[in-house]
T-cell receptor, first 115, second 115 residues
Framework: EDKVVQSPLSLVVHEGDTVTLNCSYE??????LLWYKQEKKAPTFLFML????IEKKSGRLSSILDKKELSSILNITATQTGDSAIYLC???????????????FGQGTILTVHP | KAGVTQTPRYLIKTRGQQVTLSCSPI?????VSWYQQTPGQGLQFLFE???????NKGNFPGRFSGRQFSNSRSEMNVSTLELGDSALYLC??????????????FGDGTRLSIL
């Protein structure tokens, strides 16, 4: 069965710090790895990674996939209090060439950024 | 473009009752997936509907069921409610077609409390 493990489970930092969140996985028929940010309500899509070694960036956030190590990292530089949230890593799998709408999630990393 | 809309936002029921939750996907999205989120188990996949057919199913008892209408709107039903069904129920939509990778976009969820 597919498995996604995130670390650390929680992290407390101060504004301006840089953080690295980890996601490791075990999956058959890997399709893609996604990162989401969840504050009080809906998880918000951040990145989708399908190819190893290609960094995706959006402002202060970046993420990269390492298929050899079966892992991904999410970096946040110059953290702000608004970055406080749960960061979720999820996998999609494929069957017969079709990407089905099933995401397998990790436990999430709770990030708290103090002023 | 309007996002994923879930109704109602909050619901309080008692054990033994049944409940129906509704989800309207992003316009043009044909895949709708449902997830249960609890503090102990995190986000767990319930099922996915595409073109009015259940395409994938998670490991939940038969009390959890769903359906999708021709306009892609989906409903989820839980019968004979148990205390353990208290959770945030999230709906996510995506295009759902083709071999391309398409991220799922989430609604704000329905918070279900069982007394």
């Amino acid at each position: 069965e597919d498995k996604v493990v995130q670390s650390p489970l929680s992290l407390v930092v101060h504004e301006g710090d840089t953080v690295t969140l980890n996601c490791s996985y075990e999956v058959t028929n890997f399709r893609s790895l996604l990162w989401y940010k969840q504050e009080k309500k809906a998880p918000t899509f951040l990145f989708m990674l399908t190819s190893s070694g290609i960094e995706k960036k959006s402002g202060r956030l970046s993420s990269i996939l390492d298929k050899k190590e079966l892992s991904s990292i999410l970096n946040i530089t110059a953290t702000q209090t608004g970055d406080s949230a749960i960061y979720l890593c999820a996998l999609t799998h494929t069957a017969g060439g079709t990407s089905y709408g099933k995401l397998t999630f990790g436990q999430g990393t709770i990030l708290t950024v103090h002023p | 473009k309007a996002g994923v809309t879930q109704t109602p936002r909050y619901l309080i029921k008692t054990r033994g009752q049944q409940v129906t939750l509704s989800c309207s996907p992003i316009s043009g999205h044909r895949s709708v997936s449902w997830y249960q989120q609890t503090p102990g188990q995190g986000l767990q996949f319930l099922f996915e509907y595409f073109s009015e057919t259940q395409r994938n199913k998670g490991n939940f008892p038969g009390r959890f069921s769903g359906r999708q209408f021709s306009n892609s709107r989906s409903e989820m039903n839980v019968s004979t409610l148990e205390l353990g069904d208290s959770a945030l129920y999230l709906c996510a939509s995506s295009l759902g077609t083709g071999a391309g990778n398409q991220p799922q976009h989430f609604g704000d969820g329905t918070r279900l409390s069982i007394l």
